[in-house]
Every structure is written in structure tokens, then in C-alpha cells.
């Protein structure tokens, strides 16, 4: 059972004038930003604003890159030859490293988003061609894998550090991926039932289906989605679970 474990959120997902997410409040929470790249949103300024912030609180700043998917949000499936694939995950890493730099950090990490995070969950090589892609321009970067799916595997494949883990906001399937975000109760939007759900994993060591099944897991950080709604105040009931319980919050 884990006695400490990392929160991360996703953000940066802002556009222009167009506001999403409270990324300010979640900065004073969590431990990791997966910050979007540009493609399936946020851009160059919201980026910037959003990575000094992350540095101002201490927190560990990762690239969140996606499909190029403005329009959907980056939840669409798109399909790349591995070469173009490959080149996409280098292009938005190379723009998050910038703007890190410019903050006076680093990025530390990487996280997969949206449907290119659900279709390297299920797919080895597809996850593999993303991981090799980033090892080539940031050898030493940390891979945050969905625990217990594709990602896991392909990333120990290729000898990456990892952190691996485990959703908040989102129920499971019994092969350890998440429930399509289509169907009935795919995500958990009440603060008072995902705080006590992700408690229970941490100190299982395992993800928990819906259908009750557990996966053991190595669980080093939590995500908490920027852009669901309650996110703050699910954040917030998860801090305070695990605190609860023992569990001590801190960067992985």
C-alpha cells in the first residue's frame, strides 16, 4: 500500500478568450500539471501563463500532447502513420520545453491525452512509437502511463521511468482502461463518492472496476481533470480522504 502518493491535473486547456477550468485553485492542489500543448487545446499564451504559475507553486510541470483536435477537443480517434505520429509527440513536447525554459523550469514529465491516451492504453506499439518519440528529444523524462494498460507495458519495454496512474474522475473497465466517456456514468462528477473510490485503490494497490474486479497496480499519482466539472471541489475531497487516511501527498 502507497503512504505517499502525487495529484496531478490536466490544464492549460484554455484558448484565446475562452476560458476552461480553474487551473489557479487546482495549482494550490495538486502536486504534477499535464499542461496542453497547443493542439487539442490551449496555446502559446495560456501555456506560458499556465507554466510560470506551476513553477511559482512548486509544481511538477509535464507536456500534455494530443491530436490535432481544436474542434473536438482532442477526444476524436485519428490515425498517423508512426513516422507522423512520432513527429506530432516531439513537435508539441519541443513547445512545451520552451515555455518551461522561459519559466525558469523544466518539464519533467509526459502524459498522453484524450484519444491518443485511450488508443495506446489498448495498443503496445502504438504507445511504443509515442515513448520512443519522446525518449529521442528528453531522454530522461519521467512517462505518466495509464496503470496497468498498453502504455505500462510499452513504456517498461523501453526501459522509460514511470510513474503510473490512476483516475479520479473516471470509472474502469476489468482490463484496466477507462470506461468511454459515452456511456452512463463514465465519469464521477460527486466529490464525496470519487474521494473515498480513489482512497480505497491507494490503499488496495489496485484499480477497481466498476464490475468489482481489482488490478494490482503500482499507483504513484492521481489524476484530477481540469476541465470536469467539480473539479475543484473533487480535488479538494481527495487531499483531505487521503490525508485522512495517512496518505501523504507529494511529487512523484
Known sequence: MARTVDLNADMGESYGSWTKGNDAALLDIVTSANIACGFHAGDWDVMADTMAKAAENGVGIGAHPGFPDLHGFGRQRMSFAPASLQNLIRYQIGAAQAMARAAGTEVRHLKLHGALANMTSEDEEMARHCYEAAQSVAPDMVI???????????????????????????????????????????????????????ADMVEAGAIIAEDGTQIPTKIDTICL???????????????????????????F
Open 144 to 198: 505518466m502511463v495509464l496503470a496497468g494498460t498498453a502504455q505500462q507495458r510499452a513504456a517498461e519495454q523501453l526501459g522509460c521511468q514511470i510513474a503510473c496512474e490512476i483516475f479520479a474522475d473516471r470509472a474502469y473497465n476489468s482490463d484496466a482502461t477507462l470506461v468511454d466517456r459515452k456511456l452512463p456514468g463514465a465519469v464521477i462528477h460527486d466529490a464525496q463518492i470519487a474521494a473515498p473510490r480513489i
Open 225 to 251: 481533470h481540469g476541465d470536469t466539472p467539480g473539479a475543484v471541489d473533487i480535488a479538494r475531497a481527495v487531499q483531505a480522504e487521503l490525508e485522512k487516511r495517512g496518505i501523504s501527498i507529494q511529487r
